[in-house]
């Protein structure tokens, strides 16, 4: 390793990004004087000529508390499959050799890549072609296997859950069965964990495929004894047994990234129908994943870039940071990305949910 560290954030930000950048910086810079560049816009930065900055010392100073990050992030610019127009017509090419031949021009040997499955996917194909590169997890969704949590995760759930709790006098001072969409594509974690921490009565994830008649029969049951008002919580990618995924735009129509969203709504109409109450929807969205991190992801993302640089120290590439138990560790990048981290339907926090009396919706 010479001296010269570029990184980057990719695919959709969530707090605690500012604080592994500024992580790495101060170790890179103030353990080993190296040189850190910062990559704007994901892999966006890295196509054409590369769009970057120097980040030093003085830049990261009062970033720790700021969500988002500093640096801007992409879904796009995948240089494996990047659009291109040939003829007025779109063909997706694989650029990666012009982006390394770009990456190199720049001074920098190694990238350190920020990011969930998509952006983990592509630093192991640059790592295949010979890039030294390190991966550090992130996603609000919490659904990367080879660590026990992702940072912005547990934001995501003091998010939700505070939410939760508004919305409870609301629900009950008008008698209502209020539907809260969540965040929560392939796996449960935020709606399950947000739904116990804030008193949900009905859990919609997308590991269990909820029945509507039991979600009815749940509301009518509290109704029965008096509370005339509930909350279900359902994550984004949540499907009635018989039904399917409710899609706002498939991959084709959003680069690749099929767009989830709606599924509230869905839910509140196929209530409706069997329930004599007033019911309304309110779709979290992107607040999930905007503001600053809590204390416990501001630890995890800093543990994560001093760890990713220390890796880089021990010349370790084509590995990724991750928590296991207590202990900050290094996996493979390749095993990280080969299996989603899913709520386990008969695993111990589904039957504390149910325990607790919440209709998960089975
Ligand atoms: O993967 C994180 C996530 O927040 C998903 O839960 C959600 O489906 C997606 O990102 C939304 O992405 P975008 O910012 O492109 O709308």
């Not at 295949?128 to 995760?153: H, M, S």
């Amino acid at each position: 390793m010479g001296n010269t560290l570029a990184i980057l954030t990719g695919g959709g930000d969530c707090p605690g990004l500012n604080a592994v950048i500024r992580g790495v910086v101060r170790s890179a810079v103030g353990l080993h004087n190296w040189r850190v560049l910062g990559i704007e816009d994901g892999f966006e930065g890295l196509i054409g000529k590369i769009r970057r900055r120097d980040l030093t010392l003085d830049s990261v100073s009062g970033i720790l508390p700021r969500g988002g990050t500093i640096l801007g992030t992409s879904n796009r610019g995948n240089p494996f499959s990047y659009p291109v127009t040939v003829n007025g017509k779109v063909e997706l090419q694989d650029i990666s050799d012009r982006v390394l031949q770009e990456f190199h021009k720049s001074g920098a040997e190694v990238l350190i890549a920020v990011g969930g499955d998509g952006t983990l996917k592509i630093a192991q194909g640059l790592y295949e072609k010979g890039l030294p590169v390190i991966g550090v997890p992130k996603t609000i969704d919490n659904d990367l296997r080879a660590t026990d949590v992702t940072f912005g995760y547990r934001t995501a759930v003091a998010i939700v859950t505070e939410a939760l709790d508004r919305l409870h006098s609301t629900a009950e001072s008008h008698h209502r069965v209020m539907v809260v969409e969540v965040m929560g594509r392939d796996a449960g974690w935020i709606a399950l964990e947000s739904g116990i921490a804030g008193s949900a009565d009905v859990i919609l994830i997308p590991e269990i495929p909820y029945s509507v008649d039991r979600i009815c029969a749940a509301i009518e049951q509290r109704r029965g004894r008096g509370l005339r008002f509930s909350i279900v919580v359902v994550a984004e990618g949540a499907v009635a047994a018989e039904g399917n995924k409710v899609v706002l735009q498939t991959a084709a129509e959003n680069f690749g990234v099929e767009r989830l969203g709606g599924v509230g709504h869905a839910v509140a109409q196929q209530i409706t129908a069997q329930l004599d109450m007033e019911i309304r929807v309110v779709i979290l969205g992107h607040l999930q994943r905007g503001g600053s991190p809590t204390p416990y992801d501001r630890i995890l993302a800093s543990r994560f870039g001093v760890k990713a640089v220390e890796l880089i120290a021990q010349k370790k590439f084509g590995r990724m940071v991750a928590l296991r138990g207590r202990k900050v560790v290094d996996v493979e990048i390749a095993s990280a990305i080969s299996q989603l981290n899913l709520v386990d339907p008969a695993g111990e926090l589904v039957a504390t949910a149910e325990s607790l009396g919440i209709m998960v919706g089975r």
